[in-house]
């Protein structure tokens, strides 16, 4: 099928996902031919780095030899059986790995996404009060400007208007507290929020008693604007959840495996939460596979006779597929093999560095921040989409993919991307900026 008849037929008959679909319109889809490592190659030849890891997913990168392998391998097997009273040994290694992620979380729960994951944890939390008689124990709190994916669960206890508006009338709505944010990891509220936690403190305290649980995106809220908040403030909320009995849920659906530079963000906060969600980079962005990891205290309480009715009953036709658990047991092997968290931590150094440089030589750029392989700044002109867009279309005709987000240009790239292709993304940026200046004129 040539090109222009391709797209047409996708504009007449697709619609995509997180997008106005008459932007469309004039930038077109990007039509792909094939993908590897670092880079997306077009059917017109053309070759783009995958500068935001395809929404946050591919962490080893595009069609990796060993995850092949692996796909392969269980493919010869089998592909699915319901993991309803059936096991198998990819799913049970699979299991020790993540246990081993964290000392007390020795539960393992599946599930096919992020937000389905976060669901499951609300519900196994709401649900644990109920076999604990704790009925008055029904408020989540959340953090403002959180994101925690779209299904209704989720989209409660997310904060950010533009996604949750329109379906507030069939959402709960829980208690929303404020990080402290911080520019940069040697800002001093990085490792002392105390003055800030003496207000979030007071605002807490009067839902000490009938609060089941805080959600979390640990340390990184990426759907607002890859924001950076304080490990300090962090561990302060975490010890006051549990002086009070409440639980603590880890969304590290983007935080998790290894891209913070730690495998869970929640490390920076020498925390460990009571349920820790897990998805995008568990199978490297392969396959749609989700994780719940809990504690025997949580699974002991659902444990008994059936006819007692307290089993957790939330079912998924394709929890712990055989194919995604593969995925996610070659990718977890990868990034120990290949100390891709080490890795994260020193591509910190270089992703900051760079992106500084594009703000200093543009001056359209500011409050440039990084923590792992993520790296971000704030636009000087603020929140402008159309601006967002005509720079996304620049970057992709030079040889980039990127995404701004609202007032924010980030990077978030493959965990392995070489240095040199970095060098070339760090170009293709400023490049694209430079082109803006006669725009941003008009604006």
């Known amino acids: 099928m040539d090109t222009d008849t391709l797209l047409q037929l996708d504009q007449n008959l697709n619609w995509h996902p997180c997008a106005q679909m008459k932007d469309y319109e004039t930038f077109k889809p990007l039509v792909i031919k094939s993908a590897y490592g670092s880079y997306i190659e077009l059917t017109n030849g053309k070759k783009i780095i995958d500068a935001i890891s395809s929404w946050w997913c591919k962490s080893l990168g595009h069609n990796h030899p060993q995850l092949k392998e692996a796909l392969v391998k269980q493919m010869e097997k089998f592909e699915h059986v ?52 704790q009925k008055n124990r029904q408020q989540f ?26 379906y507030t009338s069939i959402l709960f709505s829980p208690i929303f507290i404020e990080a402290a944010y911080v520019d940069n990891l040697d800002d001093p509220l990085w490792k002392d929020a105390s003055a800030h936690w003496l207000k979030t403190e007071k605002i807490l305290e009067p839902y000490a008693d ?31 959840a549990k002086h009070h009995g409440i639980h603590i849920i880890a969304d590290e659906i983007m935080t998790g495996i290894g891209r913070t530079g730690k495998m869970l963000a929640c490390e920076y906060a020498h925390m460990e939460a009571d349920f820790v969600c897990l998805s995008k980079g568990l199978t490297s962005g392969w396959l749609p596979f989700s994780v719940v990891l809990t504690s025997n205290a949580i699974y002991n309480l659902f444990y008994d006779d059936y006819d007692r009715g307290k089993a957790f009953l939330h079912s998924h036709t394709y929890s712990g597929n055989a194919l995604g658990a593969s995925l996610a047991l070659a990718t977890l092997k990868i990034i120990e093999a290949d100390t891709l968290c080490a890795r994260a931590c020193e591509l910190q150094t270089m992703l900051y560095a760079h992106m500084q440089e594009i703000a200093d030589k543009t001056q359209l750029l500011h409050k440039v921040r990084a923590i792992g392989a993520i790296v971000a700044a ?49 170009n293709i940026t400023l490049q694209a900026l430079q082109q803006m200046r006669s725009h941003i004129s008009l604006e």
């Open 210 to 240: 009938t609060t089941t649980a805080i959600i979390i995106e640990p340390i990184v809220q990426g759907a607002a604007g890859m924001k950076i908040y304080s490990a300090d403030f962090l561990s302060r909320l975490a010890s006051w």
């Open 82 to 133: 319901l993991f309803a009273h059936t096991t198998h040994d990819i799913i049970v290694q699979l299991a020790q790995k993540l246990t081993a992620l964290s000392p007390n979380l020795n539960k393992v729960f599946y599930a096919g996404d992020g937000s389905s994951a976060v669901e499951i944890a609300l519900k196994m939390s709401v649900h644990a009060r109920a076999l604990q008689n």
């Open 378 to 426: 704030d636009f000087v002109w603020g929140h402008n989409e159309k601006l967002n867009q005509l720079l996304a279309q620049r970057a992709a005709e030079m040889g980039a993919l990127i995404r701004p987000i609202a007032n924010m240009l980030y990077w978030l790239p493959p965990l392995n991307i070489p240095l040199q292709t970095l060098v070339n993304l760090k």
């Open 141 to 166: 709190i959340a953090l403002k400007n959180g994101y925690h994916g779209e299904t209704v669960g989720a989209l409660s206890v997310s904060d950010l208007g533009l996604y949750k508006q329109p």
